[in-house]
């Protein structure tokens, strides 16, 4: 989506990387038995660094050159693609990890499920969408609804799952956390 892309690369432009490594990275990113990695919306990539630092070699995809133009700067071995993930495709049976943080595309949940190859790690973590107030300030599409989730994966193996407050004034105050293995053998 255009105004996305934009509304991106103006928050991205000129500013240091904001946000640190996901709590939920560094607890689960070791479960992945290979070190073929692909972080789903990377933006300025502090996840992706952090997985190319633990030994991943990571494929980042964001539609915002700016934020991949910070994830160049600061992780230069990090293989970053501009795509726009509205149409671009995830390869199938390539990752030992895919992570998807803050940022929800429905259309990629199938290809994430065949992007992984047996036994390998999905972590996803996200918005949910919980009162009025969400529903007014943020656009419905990009947030989840209660155990949507764990429904999405299904097909994987559940890991972990919680949905937990996060008050904040920018972003939506619910948040909801998947990792999931998919299984070696179906
Ligand atoms: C809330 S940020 C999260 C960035 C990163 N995962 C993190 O946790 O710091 C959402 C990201 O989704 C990206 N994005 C939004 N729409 C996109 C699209 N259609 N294709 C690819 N990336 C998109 C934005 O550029 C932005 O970097």
Known sequence: VIEDRDKWNQTYHNQPPKRGTSPIVERFSGLATGRVALDVACGQGSNAKYLAD????????????????????????????????????????????????????????????????????????????????DRRRFRKDYLLRENELLHLFLPLRILFYEERSEPSESTPGTVASLVAMKPTFR
């Open 54 to 133: 633990e030994g991943f070699t990571v494929d980042a995809v964001d539609i915002s050159i700016e934020g991949l133009k910070s994830l160049k700067e600061h992780a230069p071995q990090v293989r970053s693609l501009c795509v726009d993930l509205d149409v671009f495709d995830i390869p199938a049976s390539r990752y030992d990890l895919i992570i998807n943080i803050r940022y929800l595309n429905r259309r990629l949940v199938p290809q994430m499920i065949e992007g992984l190859r047996p036994g390998g790690v999905l972590i996803f973590e996200t918005y949910l969408l919980t009162g009025e107030e």
